[in-house]
């Protein structure tokens, strides 16, 4: 009886000695596979850091107007640009001699402060922190800066090329760009050439407005602050409409705003009220003798116009062209701004007034082109580190989202910021 105890005890040592043996086994198993997955999440994440850190595309700007310039420097200031091409069919004398002048708000302003631009090297001015200059002092200003990065980064400005189908025939294939920026402006055809869809939804901004032009070839082309002018009425007695009788009426929406901007030579005027039914805006909206808003804008312009600059005369009256009548103001924006070329791996994104156009000159248009840039760099850094389709699509529908935005907050405050403040 005593040998059988003592057997059995021997045999239930020796499986307590297996089952410790076994759990020993198992915690090893169990730590070496947990070793094994941190060493390799960690070996992962490190080669992605450096893929992303070392990852860099080839970008193609079509268009080197403000916008597509801004753009070219976004893309270099990004740190994932190998290879860099600005592309645009007018030559270098017709793009920096344009006359217009654009007006850069305090927004705009510190979006290219943040890209290095050197507002004191530009010819310009300042006035309620807005700068002025000209178009093409803008644009020689910005093709310098992008002189100065061919130290780091391949850029190539090709001017009087236009871009086509053949174009793009003519790239090797290994050497197409990952990128596309159009920015070739409203007139441009640069979308239909990579087959992007021309929808535009137009959607009103809720007011009206006219736009008038002067150009005097005897005076300076200097940068010049822009005037504003609130609650105007006009005296349209003399053509049936009693308007100072209906301004008094409590109900009816403030008056006519009126800016004056661009250089002494090529001067415009901006006119717009809000959305109203008075009596003066129907009028103005539907008559038939153009004369009338001819008399508005002469008027308003000696009135308001800098003591410095000659007034309009009859004689000389013959400089100013205008809208007929008032106009409703619309703000169209392209439903397609952003699309991915599947076969030959490229993204593609729609800027400036190719993706949204104001049909009303306000001389700010630029920083609505701005400010559909601000997305831009984390667009070019999402695309050159993108491990497969997907994250390019989310790339492409974050820059869509953010266009959408862009001509929403015009819409609802737009005209406040640029004429009505």
């Not at 268009?63 to 990004?78: C, E, I, Q, Y």
């Not at 869809?197 to 602050?225: F, K, M, W």
């Not at 529908?397 to 001509?407: D, E, F, P």
């Amino acid at each position: 009886m005593d040998g059988l105890q003592s057997e059995n005890a021997g045999v239930d040592g020796i499986g307590e000695n297996a089952e410790e043996k076994y759990r020993a086994l198992a915690y090893d198993t169990a730590l070496s596979t947990l070793v094994a997955v941190a060493v390799y999440v960690v070996v992962k994440v490190s080669l992605d850091g450096i893929r992303q850190w070392r990852a860099r595309i080839s970008v193609l700007i079509v268009g080197s107007g403000p916008v597509g310039l801004t753009a070219a420097l976004v893309a270099v200031r990004s740190g994932k640009v190998l290879k860099l091409t600005v592309l645009d069919e007018r030559y270098r004398t017709a793009l920096l001699c344009r006359p217009q002048q654009i007006a850069l708000d305090p927004r705009s302003v510190k979006f290219l402060l943040g890209l290095g631009v050197d507002f004191d090297n530009m010819e310009g001015c300042w006035h309620n922190e807005h700068f002025f200059t000209r178009i093409g002092v803008f644009q020689e200003y910005l093709l310098s800066i992008l002189e100065q990065k061919k130290q780091k980064v391949d850029v190539k400005v090709q001017l009087g090329t236009k871009f086509t189908e053949e174009y793009l025939r003519r790239i090797p294939h290994n050497d197409w760009p990952r990128v596309i920026v159009v920015a070739d402006g409203s007139c441009g055809d640069s979308c239909s050439v990579l087959g992007i869809s021309s929808d535009y939804t137009v959607e009103s901004c809720h007011a009206y407005g006219a736009n008038a032009t002067i150009e005097r070839l005897d005076q300076r082309q200097v940068p010049t602050p822009e005037i504003r002018a609130h609650s105007l009425y006009f005296d349209l007695s003399a053509y049936g409409v009693e308007a100072l009788r209906e301004h008094r009426n409590p109900t009816t929406k403030p008056g006519f705003h009126l800016k004056i901007y661009g250089t002494f030579r090529n001067r415009y005027i901006a006119l717009a009220c809000p959305s109203s039914d008075t009596k003066m805006v129907r009028f103005l909206r539907h008559t038939a003798n153009s004369s009338i808003m001819k008399n508005i804008f002469h008027q308003s312009f000696n009135a308001y116009k800098t003591d410095i600059e000659p007034r309009l005369s009859d004689v000389t009256l013959h400089h100013m062209q205008c809208s007929r009548r008032l106009f409703e103001i619309q703000l169209s924006h392209r439903r397609i701004s952003a699309a991915y070329i599947e076969g030959d791996n490229v993204a593609v994104t729609v800027e400036g007034e190719a993706a949204r156009v104001l049909n009303f000159d306000t001389g700010c248009g630029v920083n609505l082109g701005m400010q559909g840039l601000e997305s831009m760099g984390t667009f070019i850094y999402r695309i050159a580190t993108a491990v497969d389709q997907n994250d390019i699509l989310e790339a492409l529908l974050a820059k869509m989202q953010h266009s959408r935005q862009v001509a929403e907050a015009f819409k609802q405050t737009g005209l406040a910021v640029s004429m009505y403040d």
